[in-house]
């Protein structure tokens, strides 16, 4: 965990009786105005941010959160939704610091999607399931063998051989055999709204990123319809809004240059055609040599219309390639990795994404919490898995600043409009043949 400390802290906090009047005479300012009691804020609505302020509440903080946009806006939703187990550190011969943080992850996501969850961790047994594993099989070329022998070294969740009926008709014939992996995937739409559900009066819709004030003092908060919030009683303010975060940060005044590193991704989208029989759901991982070559992740649409996600290497080499470019390669990439695939009776759509990552970095680990100044902090998971992770990391550190818990609530601010759960990417993205 980098804990720098800048120069530019904000001044150490006032408090006592005359701040007490302050408080009022901010509240007394607007009859549209809500005055909150929270001292710990956190910025942006993804499954880590919301992830981490159940964790917060849990162990009694008095923690709220703010959406400048929609939650679950960006990585979250564009996320294929694994709970990796360390998959992609085997491939290379690794079982580092990083590989063995992520190794129990899927187990403890299990345990919270049952309805039993580790303390502190959010029930999510109303979130679905899309699939309890993924499968894992190779290209055809010695580079897809070696690859192989490297994955089936070092999981928790070691790749299990399968065979006959267990084959997916898919997968049928496949050269070097196939593998369930033990990593369950998710749909983050219903993460998130069963982690909104539990926290409804902890949240609030700010106005975008330009509806966020702070002096070093007082946190101002500006609804879509005008009313605001102030936070007279801030000690940390924790931003976790994934590609946002520089923005964030520069309307907090808060110094960020060279701080960050975006790493983009033009991820791969198909589905049937309407005349065609519907596209099966799948999940796998296609391994060519120390990578994954893709990566195939499914998910009803709003229709109920199956949605296939592809990514790895070809998301990552996609970046530099138009659409039509990257569909061109889709199509070529699935006919070589799913000859079984009938490719023909499909349609494609892309989009991009960025993943926002710390520029200086040792990158052991993929759970960074990184001090900008004595109340401002920003959070990033690199992985969705690692959600619960990052979520103790902030605990820890609030501890080692002496923040109190108390054994009231926050008192709820839901004068305010609520954050609305945001769409998946292929919701509004054009198709092709």
């Not at 959010?122 to 070696?146: D, H, Q």
């Not at 002096?215 to 009683?233: C, K, Q």
């Not at 049937?272 to 195939?296: M, P, Q």
């Not at 520029?359 to 690692?386: G, Y």
Request: aromatic share 6%; with cysteine; charged share 20%.
């Amino acid at each position: 965990m980098n804990q720098k400390v800048s120069h530019n802290s904000a001044p150490p906090r006032p408090c006592g009786e005359p701040y007490d009047r302050l408080r009022v005479a901010i509240h007394s300012q607007d009859s549209s105005s809500t005055i909150s009691d929270a001292e710990v804020v956190l910025i942006g609505g993804g499954i880590a941010a919301l992830w981490s302020l159940a964790r917060l509440r849990a162990r009694g903080f008095r923690a709220v959160l703010i959406e400048p946009a929609q939650l679950g806006q960006g990585q979250s939703l564009a996320s294929q939704g694994i709970i990796h187990g360390g998959l992609k550190y085997t491939l290379s011969g690794l079982f580092n610091a990083r590989a063995a943080a992520i190794a129990g992850m899927p187990e403890r996501w299990r345990q919270a999607l049952a309805g039993e969850p580790l303390s502190g961790d959010p029930n999510l047994s109303t979130a679905k399931v899309l699939s309890p594993y993924c499968y894992l099989w190779r290209t055809g070329g010695i580079a897809g063998t070696l690859g192989m022998i490297g994955a089936r070294v070092g999981l928790q969740t070691t790749p299990i051989a399968i065979e006959g009926q267990d084959v997916p008709a898919l997968l049928a014939n496949t050269k070097g055999g196939v593998y369930r992996v033990d990593e369950p995937v998710v749909d983050s739409k219903t993460v998130l709204g069963t982690l909104r559900d539990g926290l409804a009066d902890s949240m609030l819709a700010a106005d975008g990123v330009a509806g966020i004030g702070w002096d070093g003092m007082v946190l101002h908060v500006r609804s879509p319809s005008g009313a605001s919030t102030t936070f007279a009683s801030v000690r940390q303010i924790i931003v976790a809004a994934g590609a946002w975060s520089d923005q964030v940060l520069t309307q907090l005044g808060a110094p960020n240059n060279a701080l960050f590193l975006r790493r983009p991704l033009h991820m791969g989208v198909v589905r049937a055609r309407e005349s065609s029989a519907s596209l099966t759901a799948f999940f796998g991982h296609c391994v060519d040599g120390k990578e994954t070559r893709v990566t195939i992740t499914s998910a009803p649409d709003a229709n109920g219309r199956m949605i296939w996600q592809v990514g790895g290497r070809l998301a990552e080499e996609g970046v530099a390639m138009t659409d039509a470019q990257l569909h061109a390669r889709l199509k070529a990439e699935l006919r070589q990795v799913l000859p079984n695939l009938a490719v023909d009776a499909l349609e494609f759509a892309s989009y991009r994404i960025d993943r926002m990552e710390f520029k200086h970095t040792t990158r052991q680990e993929d759970a960074e919490l990184h001090r900008v100044t004595n109340t401002l902090s920003v959070a990033l998971p690199l992985k969705l898995a690692l959600a619960p992770l990052l979520a103790e990391r902030i605990e820890a550190d609030l501890r080692a600043q002496g923040i109190a818990t108390h054994e009231r609530a926050t008192p709820p601010i839901a004068t305010l409009a609520q954050p609305a759960l945001g769409v998946f990417p292929w919701e509004q993205l054009p198709w092709t043949r």
